[in-house]
Antibody, heavy 122, light 106 residues
Framework: QVQLQESGPGLVKPSGTLSLTCAVS?????????WSWVRQPPGKGLEWIGE???????NYNPSLKSRVTISVDISKNQFSLNLSSVTAADTALYFC???????????????WGQGTLVTVSS | IQMTQSPSALSASVGDRVTITCRAS??????LAWYQQKPGKAPKVLIY???TLESGVPSRFSGSGSETEFTLTISSLQPEDFATYYC?????????FGQGTKLEIK
């Protein structure tokens, strides 16, 4: 059974870059799945950030696209999120998730990491 | 695509039948999932492709609908069902979620 685990700094300064990694265990990242990042500000709903395929192909939420980069490291079986120019509005619980491919897209998330809280503050 | 859930909050008792509605601003065909989330935890998929029950999810959960209108029904509420529920479309990326429905104990 695949497991996902987020890691990274819990505190980032305003205007800095948020960097997180999601380690995938119990299965290969080089499957037909897409791998996503989803975030949840405290007390609020879920927002999809973007996804990556093991080939390196990516899709991003247009609302964040100018600040987001998602990359994959097949040798380490992990993928990463970089979010630049952060503000307090980027404070959230960040999840990584596995997307199940369908005839349409790959946004049915069947496995999730436990989430990691990132606070943007000086 | 904007997803709108109703109600935003719901009070119910153990044993009640509960229905949550999700409306999409454009057709998403059958590409809709329902998730349950408890405080501080990751969401857990309950239903995908609008009506397919995820493996291991109790049969009291069911989903229906297509195009722009969907429902999640819990046939007989159990204590562990009190949580927040989200719908999510994956017809096309940008994947989008509803704002959530918080199910509370009456």
């Amino acid at each position: 059974q695949v497991q996902l685990q987020e890691s990274g700094p819990g505190l980032v300064k305003p205007s800095g870059t948020l960097s997180l990694t999601c380690a995938v265990s119990g299965g290969s990242i080089s499957t037909t799945n897409w791998w996503s990042w989803v975030r949840q500000p405290p007390g609020k709903g879920l927002e999809w950030i973007g996804e990556i395929y093991h080939s390196g192909n990516t899709n991003y939420n247009p609302s964040l696209k100018s600040r987001v980069t998602i990359s994959v490291d097949i040798s380490k079986n992990q993928f990463s999120l970089n979010l630049s120019s952060v503000t307090a509005a980027d404070t959230a619980l960040y999840f990584c998730a596995r997307g199940v491919p369908t005839l349409a897209a790959a946004g049915n998330f069947d496995s999730w990491g436990q989430g990691t809280l990132v606070t943007v503050s000086s | 695509i904007q997803m709108t859930q109703s109600p935003s909050a719901l009070s119910a008792s153990v044993g009640d039948r509960v229905t949550i509605t999700c409306r999409a601003s454009l057709s998403v065909s059958k590409w809709l999932a329902w998730y349950q989330q408890k405080p501080g935890k990751a969401p857990k998929v309950l239903i995908y492709d609008a009506s397919t029950l995820e493996s291991g999810v109790p049969s009291r959960f069911s989903g229906s609908g297509s195009e722009t209108e969907f429902t999640l029904t819990i046939s007989s509420l159990q204590p562990e069902d009190f949580a927040t529920y989200y719908c999510q479309q994956y017809n096309t990326y940008t994947y989008s979620f509803g704002q959530g429905t918080k199910l509370e104990i009456k």
